[in-house]
């Protein structure tokens, strides 16, 4: 391996980040942007078995088409604490908060983040939040959904719909403050030759997941203080009997939840771009697009919110031109994933677990993006929205896509967080159970969303019970290939073999330092005389 | 028809049906197809060009901007034929009214679907229609957002509080279909569920004798118990205008400007009078808000329209 960085190799027999202090202070005061990032590791990990539970509790109940298990408030609020769980206190911050906060200061050649004391604050932030969430959980519940829709949210619901939002607006500020530190540090401390065309792609989609966490996450905010003004002082802002509007309040909800989708999928698609050049071991097809459409995601992602809407009630004339919008927006996913396909033309290929999630994400996010085309299309959300159409449809890319995309940077960057190696056979068992129990859960919703099955419905008619059972025997398979990671990770911290620097033969700085890195990262300021991904020995400019 | 060989779409029974199907069936051979080019060529190259030795040599292709003009303009080309196509079906059922549309109107409230037939006959989580008939919906509701779905008629519109929603439709078939709620409204929404019940014409008029009193005759008792009488008188006199062929005209308000009296103004005009006043009246109207139920709004209305009738006749 040539070392076209120049960096210090210090010996890895020295102190690292992880033997760095192990006292419960050294961690909870901690401003090491590696050592935050395990602390976001566990935190997420506890709120997505949280979730998960919640979503067996609502696969559970719809094995029989009577609502039978549970009681119909006790259901929604199963699918509603499901939804908020997995949204704000594991996707939002799933890759960002701890792959990116792991690696970004590395892969720019910086000692830590830009802010680092406001790194730890992020992580109370959240944890802020969290707790407003357990706190849900324990207390009561919510039934309005994950959408908050008013005037059921403000004025009908009995649920703890205040301390939700808190949760939810208390865990935004930890969102923007993470994205603010990470635009300030891609900005100001890249190493001296990092320029923007050798940033990593894996940078360059947390850059674009940035700025819309920075732009969008204040509009929830406010829109959710709103409500929250409404529902405890009655002031009219969205129920008409306080003279409000309460389709203004889901325009100012997609406002921001529609980009909070960009915000879960582009550092999946950065994870997704440093996997397949490592695994193929060739530089990357269409650098510039892949950097370039990131940009494009984001910037289009925010004028497509009204195609949560074409049945709302908001004008059919805003719904064609948030539908032209939507169909432009498919474009620089598209554009992802062919460069993807053409990466892997003439490399030198291993399918190691990362890259069989990385695989799987690339088929399970072309089914949803293919499947978002037809929901972007007017006509059929007539029959579409509020169906288990969509209900598919949002799993394949935030499950197919994000969370496989998470699973695989776990992997592969797991020697370098824990310096440990982990089983590669039951990495490859669980990845292929993941992949199949969630086409087993997912696929069959399709099917039910377009025989008119609608979402959040307790009880349904007896014809769609067989596919409500393959769903659910899905879901038994899919939780299985999580709950396998979860054992055999924590025991390969333990009694895994040790990591050497650079076990997959990837490039990037992150490669050249000890796994784990020690806590100044560098033991000597980088500088950066290569390209980024110089895997390939052969340099061809152009195919065509 | 389409559904026996095709048994997993659910019946198709509207004008709508058939036109989002094939919509649907279009864009699923798109999909298909670039789904199934990804899958190939994924696994192709992963078998293909897989590892043999570490010290394998791969070139570095940088990139083909003929490729990706390519890949980018030539689905955004096809998809943008989807685009067409679909926003010219969303409008026949959103936005262009079909003519001698019959009316059909619903009130929603937690949990339940109530719908008034203008001849009088008035249902709860259920629907009775003609086949071949356009159907125009407006549709209010009492407390949260409902939404309104037929399946097998491919369609749905959200039914709001405070605002009247319409949608279009032609049923095509004889036969039960299911009716749901389609947007999250509480406890008992998956219960918020009824049957369409599509009739052959003759079916239909039997039907509809069975009711009592018609949409109008119920708006003018109420027209009279609130009192609205006392004021507007027919031949202009009173205190407030004259309603006399005042449904769907442009009235003229204080400031100039000109309003149609549609379904929503006369709503706004009984719950919030003062919003818009006609031009040479006193804003002295008391408020009804709170008063009436939709379904009564919804009759008041549906008289004052009648007058529009009457008036006709007579001149």
Not at chain 1, 22 to 46: E, F, G, M, N, Q
Not at chain 1, 139 to 156: C, L, N, Q
Request: glycine letters at 10%.
């Amino acid at each position: 391996m040539s070392a076209g960085t120049t960096t210090h190799d210090s010996a890895p027999s020295g102190v690292n980040y992880l033997t760095n202090g192990y006292s419960l202070k050294s961690w909870l005061l901690t401003v090491d942007h590696k050592r935050i990032a395990i602390l976001y590791l566990i935190s997420i990990t506890i709120f997505f078995a949280l979730g998960g539970i919640f979503a067996a509790a609502v696969r559970l109940e719809l094995l029989t088409p009577q609502g039978d298990m549970m009681d119909a408030e006790t259901y929604n609020k199963m699918f509603t604490m499901h939804g908020v769980v997995m949204i704000f206190f594991f996707l939002i911050p799933s890759v960002p908060a701890t792959l990116g906060n792991f690696l970004i200061p590395i892969m720019v050649g910086a000692k830590d983040l830009a802010f680092p004391k406001i790194n730890l604050l992020s992580w109370y932030l959240y944890i802020i939040g969290g707790m407003f969430g357990l706190y849900v959980a324990v207390s009561g519940g919510i039934e309005t959904g994950w959408t908050f829709y008013t005037p059921y949210s403000s004025t009908y619901s009995n649920s703890a719909v205040i301390a939700t939002a808190m949760g939810a607006f208390v865990a935004g500020f930890s969102s923007i403050l993470t994205g603010l530190n990470f635009i300030v540090t891609i900005h100001k401390m890249r190493a001296p030759g990092l320029t923007w065309g050798r940033l990593p792609l894996f940078v360059w989609a947390h850059y674009a997941t940035s700025l819309i966490q920075l732009l969008g996450t204040p509009v929830v905010a406010i829109t959710l203080v709103l409500m929250m003004l409404e529902r405890a002082f009655r002031i009219g802002f969205f129920d008409p009997a306080l003279g409000g509007d309460p389709v203004l309040f889901q325009h100012l909800f997609w406002f921001y939840s529609h980009p909070a989708v960009y915000i879960m999928i582009l550092p999946g698609m950065g994870v997704i771009s440093e996997v397949v050049t490592c695994y193929s071991k060739k530089g990357v097809f269409g650098y510039h697009f892949i950097a370039g459409s990131s940009l494009a995601i984001a910037v289009l992602g925010f004028f497509v919110w009204g195609h949560h809407m074409y049945t709302a009630g908001q004008s059919t004339y805003a719904g064609v031109v948030f539908s032209l919008i939507t169909f432009a927006v498919a474009v620089p996913s598209a554009v992802k994933i062919f460069n993807w396909t053409a990466t892997m033309y003439r490399g030198s290929i291993r399918v190691d677990t990362p890259m069989l999630y990385a695989l799987g994400f690339i088929g399970l996010f072309t089914v949803g993006g293919v499947t978002g085309v037809m929901l972007a299309t007017m006509a059929l959300d007539l029959h579409l929205h509020d169906t288990y159409f969509v209900v598919a449809h949002f799993h394949f890319v935030m499950v197919g896509g994000m969370v496989l995309a998470f699973m695989s940077g776990l992997h592969f960057w797991w020697p370098k967080m824990t310096g440990k190696i982990y089983p590669e056979i039951w990495g490859r068992v669980s990845a292929v159970l993941v992949f199949l129990g969630f086409n087993f859960t997912f696929f069959p919703q399709f099917l039910l969303g377009y025989m008119g099955m609608p979402r959040r419905y307790h009880a349904y008619p007896e014809e769609w019970q067989v596919l409500h059972v393959m769903s659910t025997i899905g879901a038994s398979v899919l939780m299985l290939g999580f709950v396998l990671p979860a054992i055999y990770l924590t025991w390969s911290v333990f009694k895994g073999k040790a990591a050497e620097a650079n076990p997959w033969q990837a490039k990037g700085l992150e490669w050249n330092i000890p796994s784990p890195p020690p806590t100044e990262n560098f033991p000597a300021p980088v500088v950066v005389n290569e390209e980024v991904y110089a895997y390939s020995h052969e340099e061809v400019k152009a195919l065509v | 028809m389409n559904e026996k060989t095709l048994p997993l779409l659910p019946e198709s029974a509207s004008n709508l049906s058939p036109q989002i199907d094939a919509l649907m069936m279009a864009e699923l051979g798109f999909s298909v197809f670039f789904s199934i080019l990804i899958f190939v060529l994924v696994t192709v190259f992963a078998i293909k060009f897989r590892r043999k030795s570490d010290y394998d040599v791969t070139p570095h292709i940088h990139g083909s901007l003929i490729l990706e003009l390519g890949w980018s303009l030539l689905p955004f080309a096809m998809i943008l034929g989807f685009f067409v196509w679909g926003t010219t079906v969303y409008f026949k059922a959103y936005a262009i009214q079909p003519n001698d549309a019959m009316e059909i109107f619903v009130t929603g409230k937690q949990w339940m679907w109530k719908v008034q037939h203008p001849e009088g006959p008035r249902e709860i989580n259920e629907l009775h229609v003609p086949v071949g008939r356009a159907l125009k919906f407006t549709m209010i509701s009492e407390d949260v957002i409902h939404s309104y779905y037929i399946p097998a008629f491919r369609l749905k519109r959200d039914v709001l509080p405070g605002r009247y929603t319409t949608m279009y439709v032609t049923p095509t078939k004889v036969g039960k279909f299911h009716l749901f709620c389609a947007e999250y409204c509480g406890t008992q929404h998956s219960g918020m569920i009824g049957t369409v019940y599509v009739q052959e014409q003759s079916d239909y008029e039997k039907w509809v004798a069975g009711g009592d009193e018609s949409m109008s005759a119920r708006g003018e008792a109420l027209f009279g118990q609130y009192g609205c009488v006392t004021c507007h008188l027919p031949d202009g006199k009173g205190r407030g205008p004259s309603l006399v062929g005042v449904y769907n005209s442009n009235v003229k308000l204080q400031g100039g400007n000109l309003v149609k009296a549609d379904d929503a103004y006369l709503r706004e005009s009984i719950l919030n009078p003062r919003a818009k006043v006609v031009d040479t009246y006193q804003s002295i109207m008391p408020t009804f808000q709170g008063q009436i139920s939709e379904e009564g709004l919804l009759q008041i209305i549906a008289y004052i329209k009648s007058l529009e009738k009457e008036e006709g006749g007579q001149q």
